[in-house]
């Protein structure tokens, strides 16, 4: 990574003030709970979005939630600003630290505290890793549908936070829909419940207002997920077609006849290349796209959606179709889809990776549309992708050492965005908005809306301690980028936040 991708961020970092937040927190925490020196904070100074880097001040790794109490209390009195961290495979930068602020691990907070089978429920501490927790539900046939490609590493704290989906969550949901409670503490140091374990709650739907929310609103200290059986059968079929308009006009046609497959999934002819002689999935790499459609439940509903499915990619223009026919089959068809990104990195020093969500009729529109981008910015882009969601990954190919190439892969990363809105869509996919999106954000929304987000985080944080710079862009921010209409030097709403 070159100084032209390095953070420009101001350093408001001084020694003496680090000392005094230090003191602060070793009065609460045991000395192994506190990092400041710099070889033991620098691990912590990005998150999956590594073009972006900064190191904290100092590293919290609280036990305990009276010790995130403590903590959120005193940075509250002291001013000092807090980002929560799980797992950091966040891909929006939403982890990455503040020159002068805390970074609150949860990295201690790793233990299932209860798993009923009956009630078919979890609840977890939120630095438990999202496989895990399917891992511990294996054993009762239960699972936690939610699965992001990273659910080896990333944690339920960080899925909570960014309303995170996968592959399975066309049929099941995203993270929103799989969440029944979470508890958190605020700013204030006050802890707070939202949801409860039934499926109801009493009140406004707080819950809903939080996921999602990128560490700005509280920090998670406990949630309870729900489990579903693991169904008897599953198998996916694998679709090659010899034209990407054919392939997203099949992702529309799958859905248009009924049929919600249990994972839809795109591939680009660059994306087969670059994953096939890493994984050796089988992928037919002179396709234009491939589409892996799963499907799952009892052993007679596979076959009759198997055949369904098929009949529709026929219909489409598929130009080959294979069936898997044992589960290693299956799992071997899917480990080339969640491999594609650190696949990337055979071919590519440094990769990009998008995310914004589409209509699916639109898949193809944008698709050729990123095409005609690739020349426009001289680079190339492998596309792998939630398809039946309309949830795009573009990965932009970039080498960072070579002047110019950085800023013209965020160029072609805002243009995707652009695209994605015109064409009805939105920039929020599920990697969340963290700094990576937020100029975007003064192209979808309004300076009412953005407003209207401030008040929202107003309303949980009035101290602005809480991530803050993440997410939602100020008036001043859009208007440097462009986005902002300035009239005679004067901004309209010179009222709303500008920091
Ligand atoms: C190879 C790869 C594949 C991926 N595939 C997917 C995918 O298929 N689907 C998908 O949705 N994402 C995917 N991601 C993105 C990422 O894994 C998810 O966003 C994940 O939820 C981040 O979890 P984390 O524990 O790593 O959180 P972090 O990266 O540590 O943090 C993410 C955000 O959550 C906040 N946060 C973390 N913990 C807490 C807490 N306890 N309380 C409050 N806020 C908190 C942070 O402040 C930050 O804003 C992928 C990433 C990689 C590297």
């Not at 891909?91 to 299932?112: E, N, Q, Y």
Request: charged fraction near 20%; aromatic fraction near 6%; include cysteine.
């Amino acid at each position: 990574m070159n100084a032209e991708t390095a953070a420009p961020a101001e350093s408001t970092f001084s020694p003496a003030r680090q000392q005094q937040v230090v003191s602060a927190l070793r009065a609460l925490l045991p000395a192994h709970a506190l990092l400041s020196n710099i070889e033991d904070t620098r691990p912590y100074e990005c998150d999956g979005l590594a073009a972006y880097r900064q190191t904290p001040m100092v590293v919290a790794l609280p036990e305990n939630e009276e010790q995130v109490v403590a903590i959120l209390k005193a940075c509250r009195d002291l001013k000092v600003p807090i980002v929560p961290r799980g797992a950091g495979t966040g891909l929006s930068g939403g982890a990455m630290p503040i020159a002068d602020g805390v970074v609150l691990s949860t990295a201690k907070f790793t233990r299932i505290v209860k798993l009923d089978q009956y009630a078919r429920t979890a609840v977890v501490q939120p630095g438990v890793r999202n496989l895990a927790i399917s891992e511990a539900a294996a054993a009762h046939g239960l699972y936690y549908a939610p699965d992001p490609s990273s659910q080896i590493a990333c944690t339920i704290g960080g899925n909570v936070a960014e309303n995170s989906g996968g592959v399975h969550c066309l049929k099941y949901g995203l993270t929103v829909h799989n969440v029944l409670r979470v508890r958190m503490v605020t700013i204030e140091g006050e802890v707070v419940e939202l949801g409860n374990g039934a499926l109801d709650a009493p009140g406004l739907d707080l819950l809903a207002v939080f996921i999602g929310s990128e560490g700005m609103l509280g920090v998670v200290t406990e949630v309870t997920v729900k489990l579903i059986p693991k169904p008897q059968a599953a198998r996916v079929i694998m679709a090659s077609f010899d034209d990407v308009v054919k392939s997203g006009n099949a992702v529309a046609n799958v859905i248009a006849a009924g049929i919600i497959p249990a994972g839809l999934e795109m591939m680009d002819r660059t994306s087969s290349r670059m994953v096939e002689p890493f994984v050796k999935a089988g992928y037919d790499i002179d396709a234009a796209a491939i589409l892996l459609c799963e499907s799952d439940g009892t052993a007679e509903e596979v076959e009759e959606e198997i055949g369904r499915m098929s009949a529709v990619l026929n219909a489409s223009g598929a130009t080959r179709i294979e069936v898997s026919t044992s589960e290693a089959e299956r799992l071997r068809f899917w480990s080339g889809r969640k491999n594609a990104f650190p696949a990337a990195g055979r071919i590519s020093p440094d990769y990009y990776c998008m995310d914004g969500t589409i209509p699916r009729k639109n898949l193809a529109q944008v698709l050729l549309g990123i095409e005609q981008m690739e020349n426009k910015y001289g680079l190339r882009c492998a596309n792998v992708f939630h398809a039946g969601d309309g949830n795009l990954h573009p990965l932009i190919l970039f080498d960072a050492n070579v002047p110019g190439e950085f800023h013209r892969a965020e160029e072609f990363g805002a243009e995707i965005l652009e695209l994605c809105v015109a064409v009805g869509g939105t920039i929020t996919g599920e990697h969340g908005v963290g700094i990576e999106k937020i100029n975007s954000m003064c192209v979808q929304f309004s300076p009412l809306e953005r407003e209207a987000f401030f008040n929202v985080k107003r309303a949980f944080d009035t101290a602005f301690l809480l991530n803050p710079d993440k997410a939602i862009p100020t008036l001043q921010r859009c208007a440097e980028y462009g986005k902002m209409h300035v009239q005679r030097g004067q901004l309209k709403f010179a009222e709303l936040p500008r920091f």
